[in-house]
């Protein structure tokens, strides 16, 4: 079992549809960050937590220390915002990544 | 200012040569941390340096090294390519050591291809 899973793999939506993803971790963690990867690799951090909720735009993370669980929400979505999300769990002065999700918003 | 680059963008090596990649962090980062992305999965750990000292280490042979120097630009090292080690290479620099509870920037990544 990875000690950080993400649900789910992939995922599809609507333009204007509210997007959750979810994350899980098995290890203590000092924080948790939530990253977007467009195609071509590079890489932009979105969120790093280690309690509560934080807000971006439409883009929101929330972090349950207790239930070692995380979600982003994407509040009315756009197309742009297709692209691989991942967490990840920083651990023992290291990050382990979750192994993303796809998400793709159509028109 | 510069984001994190990252040099070469491509590159396409044969089984058993050697390659170095390249990576200069944000102005006035100090904490240079490198992973490994294979095509379909997340980045796996490979070092981190702060301060020109390695400070933590994934699990990796020792076909890789790497090192930092006085202006915190850091290189990836890896010998004796196998076809395995195709992969996006990623950098990330954070201003300070215990990096990981600090913001990642992250580089556009070297992605190696092995032949």
């Known amino acids: 079992k990875n000690e950080v ?25 000092s924080a948790l960050h939530w990253l977007q990867q467009h195609p071509g690799g ?14 971006h735009g439409r883009l929101i993370a929330t ?45 | 200012d510069a984001g994190v680059t990252q040099s070469p963008t491509h590159l396409i090596k044969t089984r058993g040569q050697q390659v170095t990649l390249r990576c200069s962090p944000i102005s006035g980062h100090k904490s240079v941390s490198w992973y ?25 042979p020792d076909r890789f090294s790497a090192r930092q120097f006085p202006n915190y630009s850091s290189e990836l090292n890896v010998n004796a390519l196998l076809l395995g080690d195709s992969a996006l290479y990623l950098c990330a620099s954070s201003f300070r050591q215990g990096a990981t509870t600090y913001e990642q920037y992250f580089g556009p990544g070297t992605r190696l291809t092995v032949t």
Request: hydrophobic share 30%; charged share 15%.
């Open chain 1, 42 to 55: 590079g890489i932009v951090s979105l969120f790093m937590l280690s309690s509560g909720k934080k807000k």
């Open chain 2, 36 to 60: 490994q992305q294979v095509l379909g999965q997340g980045p796996q750990f490979i070092f981190q340096y702060y301060e020109k000292e390695e400070r933590g280490r994934g699990n990796f």
């Open chain 1, 63 to 107: 972090i349950n220390i207790q239930e070692k669980h995380s979600s982003l929400h994407i509040t009315a979505s756009h197309p742009r915002d297709s692209a691989v999300y991942i967490c990840a769990a920083s651990s023992g002065g290291k990050l382990i990544f979750g192994t993303g999700t796809r998400l793709q918003v159509f028109p």
């Open chain 1, 5 to 29: 899973e993400q649900s789910p793999q992939n995922l599809t939506a609507q333009e204007g549809e509210f997007i959750t993803i979810n994350c899980s971790y098995s290890v203590g963690i």
